[in-house]
């Protein structure tokens, strides 16, 4: 009996093991996922600038609108 | 006798046809007593926009009974010293000129068994109501107006406006439909700018998850149940932002809330919501002013795209061709155009600045920094466009530099949907019929989805469905679906992303 994760769970950061552990058409699988993770990296910190946005604040969350 | 016996009897109505004259105010008398400016700029505002919308003629009903005026009366009004009514007065306005002759004779067509004839013909021109309630500086009610026309008559831009919605209207045994949204004045009494800014965001959906639309009234007692900002709730002396999320779950709805950072963030937010049909409430500051001030997104003026704000990634987003917001803003009126522009603060930071205009016009009403969002969503959507956001930005880049060879302009757009409506579009999107099967029959989707749209100059090339009831989009991608501008090469790409994401793959 195998421990793998049921496919649906997999994230982005097991997308090499994905590629790795898959046996048909190895190479093109291994590229999509060595791109997504080089895509990972590089929106990293326009992902990491939009979130601030869902951190509010209590003066954000008192402003009165009249 | 204490009262006349006119006051316990039904009054009489009637439908009062005129020919249209911009000058609105010349329908209703000046408040007596009222010193300072009349008409209100509400007023003058709804007179203008269908000036130019080519308005020929008004059918006035004398008494109307509006759902949201009477709550307010029952709630408040009813318990003055002057005699508020309880009925308003509505105009209806058409594009053609008609005499009273000529609106008898539809009359005449109807009762001869033609009602859809004389229907057609009024539809054709029709172009929406305003409300006038009773109540001395603040007449504007519930008013429905159609918007400008999609295209631009230059051809240099596009109006979107995803918030609108239908409305069905009753005149004289006839039955309208004007498609808009629901717009009225604050009156300072039982609703302030935030009230009726939330008013219409919740117009616009509700509807869509068949619950009856709050009124006024019921959003301010809601605000104010659990938390109070000021001593008392009537009349209304504004609302916190907390007090908004209140009301919105007061309705039935969830609130999202989310802090404007600069243009290049907040865009891309606005644009997945309103291009959702999630009107959001926008709360803004004018420059000179302590308290801010709320008005509902109701579309966008778009341009071209541009290069994304980061030049280091090889994509670009649909929100970049935002120039400008159509909002409904209590102090001017609907469809009112906000520039949006970044405005460099003292200290460094780039806000998302607004500059409110007149429509068509150079006269600028106000200019503002825009300080939240806040978006009435249905309860099960849990998603929020950030978190979908998080994974169509990897999608768009994945897909930038995937096909950076084969077409130049990667274009991402994010957007929530009814998956039985997405269902209902992907006939059309030249799937295989193993493709269609996938999608239609062997794949649950969740009521809403999440869309990552990803397109080019050629159409659109593959989109990414993504479950809402999960509050993260990685891992809840559902399906990957090639769309029409896909060739074998994206379609082979789209498969194998399919893989990585742990989803379907509809080809």
């Known amino acids: 009996m195998t421990n793998k994760k049921p496919v649906s769970a997999r994230s982005f950061s097991d997308t090499k093991a994905v590629a790795k552990s898959s046996s048909s058409s190895g190479t093109a699988k291994e590229s999509v996922a060595e791109t997504l993770e080089r895509a990972r990296q590089n929106v990293k910190s326009i992902v990491k600038k939009e979130k601030q946005g869902e951190v509010i604040s209590s003066e954000v969350m008192a402003f009165r609108l009249k | ?6 006051a316990i009897t039904h009054e009489h109505a009637a439908v009062i046809i005129h020919s249209f004259d911009p000058d609105l105010s010349k329908l209703i008398a000046k408040p007596h007593g009222l010193l300072g400016d009349w008409p209100p700029t509400q007023l003058e505002y709804v007179g203008n926009y269908l000036e130019k919308l080519k308005c020929k003629t008004i059918v ?8 949201d005026y009477i709550e307010d009366v029952a709630l408040f009004y009813s318990r003055s010293l002057r005699n508020y009514p309880n009925h308003c007065a509505r105009l209806h306005f058409f594009s053609e000129s008609f005499s009273v002759a000529q609106w008898n004779e539809l009359l005449k067509v109807a009762c001869e068994g033609d009602l859809k004839l ?6 054709e021109q029709y172009l929406g109501f305003c409300v006038l309630r009773p109540l001395p500086g603040y007449p504007v009610g519930r008013t429905v107006i159609k918007p400008f026309p999609r295209e631009a008559e230059d051809g240099r831009f596009v109006r979107e406006m995803p918030c609108v919605r239908d409305y069905q ?3 004289g045994g006839f039955t309208l439909t004007v498609s808009g949204l629901a717009f009225q004045q604050q009156d300072q009494g039982v609703s302030a700018c935030a009230t009726t800014a939330v008013w219409s965001a919740v117009h616009c959906i509700a509807p869509k998850e068949n619950q009856r639309v709050a009124t006024p009234a019921e959003i301010t007692q ?3 149940r659990y938390l109070l900002l000021s001593g008392r709730s009537l009349p209304s002396e504004g609302l916190g932002i907390q007090q908004i999320c209140e009301a919105i779950r007061g309705v039935g709805l969830a609130p999202l809330v989310y802090t ?3 243009p290049s963030e907040d865009k891309p937010q606005l644009q997945t919501y309103i291009d959702s049909g999630f009107a959001p409430v926008l709360a803004i500051r004018a420059h000179t002013e302590r308290d801010g001030h709320a008005v509902c997104g109701v579309g966008y003026k778009k341009f071209a795209t541009k290069p994304h704000s980061n030049s280091a990634v090889h994509f670009t987003e649909a929100a970049t061709a935002i120039e400008s917001l159509y909002i409904h803003d209590d102090r001017l009126g609907p469809y009112a155009m906000a520039d949006v522009y970044p405005l460099t603060m003292q200290n460094g930071d780039i806000k998302t600045a607004f500059r409110i205009r007149w429509p068509k016009e150079e006269t600028v009403s106000e200019e503002a920094i825009l300080q939240a969002i806040i978006v009435p969503v249905p309860m099960k959507l849990r998603l929020s466009a950030t978190r979908l956001r998080e994974v169509g930005l990897l999608v768009a880049e994945f897909a930038g530099l995937k096909f950076e060879n084969e077409y130049k302009n990667i274009v991402l757009r994010c957007r929530f949907a009814s998956s039985s409506k997405y ?3 992907a006939f059309n999107f030249q799937l295989s019929f193993d493709g269609v099967r996938q999608l239609q029959q062997e794949t649950m989707l969740s009521r809403y989805i999440g869309l990552i749209e990803i397109h080019t100059d050629q159409g659109p090339l593959f989109d990414i469905v993504v479950d809402t009831t999960e509050t993260h989009a990685n891992p809840s991608v559902l399906a990957c679906v090639a769309r029409e501008a896909a060739n074998d090469f994206v379609r082979a790409v789209v498969k194998d992303l399919a893989v990585s994401l742990g989803s379907v793959a509809a080809l």
């Open chain 2, 1 to 6: 006798m204490a009262w006349p016996e006119e």
């Open chain 2, 423 to 425: 269902q209902r579009e």
């Open chain 2, 222 to 224: 809601e605000a104010s």
């Open chain 2, 60 to 67: 006035m009903e004398t008494r109307y009974i509006d759902r």
């Open chain 2, 118 to 123: 004389s229907e057609a013909t009024l539809q």
């Open chain 2, 169 to 171: 209207v009753h005149i």
């Open chain 2, 260 to 262: 404007s950072i600069s």
